[in-house]
């Protein structure tokens, strides 16, 4: 007998659903989120030693910074918070999680769907902020197939350009040659329609693409603009909820242009800051969305 692959795909999905932990729920969205039609799905969490993710901070104010905000000094374990935008007949996702490779604490962005009841099949559009493993790596299932096949997928002609280079590898410190190689695969698997986009164009209705660089060269944060009512996603541009609102010019290891993105970082605070926009980040505390405030010399981030 001939069992579809996907029908498989569907049964293990639902059987994971039944038995998900009480703690991977979805996040109810504020306004002005609700209005545009955007909710913040969890692809779960990510974790690091504190000394990987900041590397160049002075270990004393690092540590006593975390620590007076509540969190651990020693390891940070950032969510992971994907986009979805319905708009007309357009079900948009903005980035695919981790997939299973990646970290046993992520990739858990097809269980968040199923809990919506929206089959992979269903997304129109897949949007990428950057080519980093939780962000890309869940664009193929376990049989290395695109998961959302009947997708057009979209990405940064730069961000592109980069991670498909042969030399790539080279350029990347030991710790990250596995981004390059998973980076290199996912996107040669999703090639064929791929659509590369210019900074600053609408790269689907509504969408426009922002150049928000330094993380990684290619680096895309989207504005979402409807009927007078904007919105940002993100990505890495800004992830730690204290630390990059607090101490924007502290570099992440991940950085791949740490003072690219230092000033990518502050550019951004300040216009989330001055103009009040709502926005989705990647990595903020689930669900993610919030605004950003001056505060102390710097900003804060005010949780909506
Ligand atoms: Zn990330």
């Known amino acids: ?157 730069i961000e592109w350009d980069f991670w498909t280079d042969e030399n790539t590898m080279d350029k990347m410190p030991e710790t990250q040659k596995s981004f390059a190689a998973g980076a290199k695969r996912n996107l040669e698997a999703i090639e064929e329609g791929i659509v590369r986009f210019e900074f600053g164009t609408e790269i689907l209705p509504d969408v426009f693409a922002l150049d928000t660089s330094g993380h990684t060269p290619g680096h895309a944060s989207f504005e979402i603009q409807q009927r007078g009512d904007r919105f940002l996603v993100i990505g890495d541009a800004i992830t730690h909820p204290v630390v990059s609102f607090q101490r924007p010019d502290w570099t992440l290891g991940t950085d791949q242009d740490g003072e690219k993105a230092i000033r990518t970082r502050k550019m951004l605070l300040d216009r989330l800051a001055s103009e009040k926009i709502g926005f989705l980040g990647y990595h903020l505390t689930a669900p993610g969305i919030g605004y950003a405030e001056r505060h102390a010399g710097a900003y804060r981030f005010v949780p909506a």
């Open 1 to 157: 007998m001939l069992v579809h692959r996907r029908d498989v795909i569907k049964a293990a999905a639902a059987l994971a659903v039944s038995t998900l932990p009480a703690s991977l729920t979805l996040a109810a969205s504020p306004s002005p989120a609700k209005a545009l039609g955007l909710q913040s799905l969890s692809d779960g969490h990510l974790s690091f030693p504190l000394t990987f993710y900041l590397p160049d901070a002075p270990p004393e104010e690092r540590t006593s910074l975390l620590q007076a905000n509540g969190y651990d000094a020693e390891t940070v374990t950032p969510d992971c918070n994907v986009t979805l935008f319905r708009n007309g007949d357009r079900l948009i996702l903005f980035d695919t999680g981790s997939g299973s490779r990646f970290m046993d604490s992520a990739g858990l962005l097809p269980q968040s769907l199923e809990t919506l009841g929206i089959d992979p099949e269903d997304v129109t559009d897949v949007v990428f902020t950057h080519a980093h493993p939780d962000h890309l790596w869940g664009v193929l299932d376990d049989f290395d197939e695109p998961l959302f096949s009947n997708a057009t997928h979209h990405i940064s002609k």
